[in-house]
């Protein structure tokens, strides 16, 4: 500012024209009046201080899934790179099509993560700011295998099967009888243990994994086996004729191991 007001002069920092930018005590910087017949000179020492950086780190919902990835908004007031770091059952990756860092939740606890931003000749340190969620289970589908839920009796335990969404969760099992005639439970507690006995049964599929959880129902039909007998009986009347005032040795074998009435 000159007075009077609006004269030309002329700035030298240093020695230099040019405004300095870098962080440092630029003396003497000395400014020249240069307007005609007016002259005047004042000098001065100039100190550039390191700026501060401010992180914006947005704030994401309390609560995200096993396997769930987000992108993470991060920004800064100043050009200087930010480190990330996680705790807890996550990992930080990057997202291949925009460029931004992501979490991807990979177990059940709590997760902070935390951006921090070391300062240089012209920036001090930026203060961290954290944002931390909880991890909880997600969410996974059965599908019972229809085949296995319509069985023959044989003599041997009837399981059910079936296949989860995401793929290759431990599924277990258990079984209740019906009633047929009533359609009410006649055991009191499920079994995990599958059925032998031919009749109706509910089951119950529960995910067992530690990232996940899930249930499904379904009923399991067990039909008696069919059974064939196998006789030595005559069946002509000319084979009987030959038997008449004598006694025949009669023999019935069934294909299960009832014992057939004869």
């Known amino acids: 500012?000159?007075?009077?007001?609006?004269?030309?002069?002329?700035?030298?920092?240093?020695?230099?024209?040019?405004?300095?930018?870098?962080?440092?005590?630029?003396?003497?910087?000395?400014?020249?009046?240069?307007?005609?017949?007016?002259?005047?000179?004042?000098?001065?020492?100039?100190?550039?201080?390191?700026?501060?950086?401010?992180?914006?780190?947005?704030?994401?919902?309390s609560e995200k899934r096993v396997d769930e990835t987000f992108d993470l908004e991060v920004t800064s007031t100043s050009p200087l790179p930010i480190e990330l770091s996680i705790t807890g059952p996550a990992t930080i990756g990057l997202n291949a099509v925009n460029g931004k860092k992501t979490v991807t939740v990979t177990g059940v606890g709590l997760v902070e993560v935390t951006a921090t931003q070391a300062g240089d000749a012209n920036y001090t340190s930026a203060v961290p700011v954290s944002r931390?969620?909880?991890?909880?289970?997600?969410?996974?589908?059965?599908?019972?295998?229809?085949?296995?839920?319509?069985?023959?009796y044989d003599g041997t335990a009837q399981s059910v099967q079936a296949s989860?969404?995401?793929?290759?969760?431990?599924?277990?099992?258990?079984?209740?009888?019906?009633?047929?005639?009533?359609?009410?439970?006649?055991?009191?507690?499920?079994?995990?243990?599958?059925?032998?006995?031919?009749?109706?049964?509910?089951v119950t599929a529960t995910i067992t994994d530690s990232g996940y959880v899930g249930t499904a129902s379904a009923e399991l039909v067990i039909v008696r086996r069919a059974q064939t007998i196998t006789t030595n009986f005559p069946t002509l009347p000319s084979q009987l004729n030959k038997y008449i005032d004598g006694y025949i040795d009669l023999s019935a074998v069934t294909s299960v191991s009832l014992e057939p009435a004869v």
């Open 132 to 152: 931390s969620f909880s991890a909880i289970k997600n969410t996974a589908t059965i599908t019972f295998v229809t085949a296995t839920l319509a069985q023959t």
């Open 164 to 202: 989860t969404n995401p793929v290759g969760k431990q599924v277990d099992f258990t079984y209740r009888q019906i009633n047929s005639f009533f359609g009410i439970f006649d055991s009191v507690t499920e079994s995990p243990v599958a059925p032998i006995a031919a009749g109706r049964y509910a």
């Open 1 to 61: 500012i000159t007075n009077p007001s609006g004269l030309v002069y002329t700035i030298l920092y240093a020695g230099s024209a040019i405004a300095p930018t870098a962080v440092g005590v630029y003396s003497p910087v000395i400014a020249t009046i240069t307007d005609g017949a007016r002259t005047g000179q004042v000098s001065r020492a100039l100190v550039i201080t390191p700026a501060d950086q401010v992180i914006t780190f947005s704030s994401f919902t």
